[in-house]
C-alpha cells in the first residue's frame, strides 16, 4: 500500500485545515489508519486513528475536541480535519496504516508511511 498525505499549508491561529490520506495498491478496508505529526527537534506525537471497517476513532490528548479524524471508502481517502490549530500545532503530519484495523497510539504497529505534509500555523 502506498500512502499519499496532503492539504498542509500556512495557516493563521485560529483556522482550520484538512489533511488527506490517500492509499493505493490496495484498499483501506480491514486497515487502521492514523496520523502522527512531528515537530523541529520533537518526537513523533499520536494524533488520531480511525478502524475502517467499524469506524471507532481515537484521539490524542492535545488534538482532542479541536480534530476530526473521518475515512471515505468511495474515495479510500482517510481526512483529517484540524480546527482551533495553534502554532503549537506547526508540524510535518504522517498518515499511516495498519492492516487489521483496530486503533493504536504507537507508531510501530503501523507498517505503512505516508511522505508527510507540513503544517505551519503562524501567530
Known amino acids: 500500500v502506498q500512502l499519499q498525505a496532503s492539504g498542509g499549508g500556512l495557516v493563521q491561529a485560529g483556522g482550520s485545515l484538512r489533511l488527506s490520506c490517500a492509499a493505493s495498491?490496495?484498499?483501506?478496508?480491514?486497515?487502521?489508519v492514523a496520523w502522527f505529526r512531528q515537530a523541529p527537534g520533537k518526537e513523533r506525537e499520536f494524533v488520531a486513528s480511525?478502524?475502517?471497517?467499524?469506524?471507532?476513532?481515537l484521539y490524542g490528548h492535545s488534538v482532542k475536541g479541536r480534530f476530526t479524524i473521518s475515512r471515505d471508502s468511495a474515495k479510500n481517502t482517510a481526512y483529517l480535519q484540524m480546527s482551533s490549530l495553534t502554532p503549537e500545532d506547526t508540524a510535518v503530519y504522517y498518515c499511516a496504516g495498519r492492516y487489521g484495523g483496530g486503533v493504536y497510539t504507537t507508531a510501530s504497529v503501523y507498517t505503512y508511511w505516508g511522505q508527510g505534509t507540513l503544517v505551519t500555523v503562524s501567530s
Open positions: 480511525i478502524s475502517w471497517n467499524v469506524g471507532e476513532t
Open positions: 495498491g490496495r484498499t483501506f478496508v480491514n486497515h487502521g
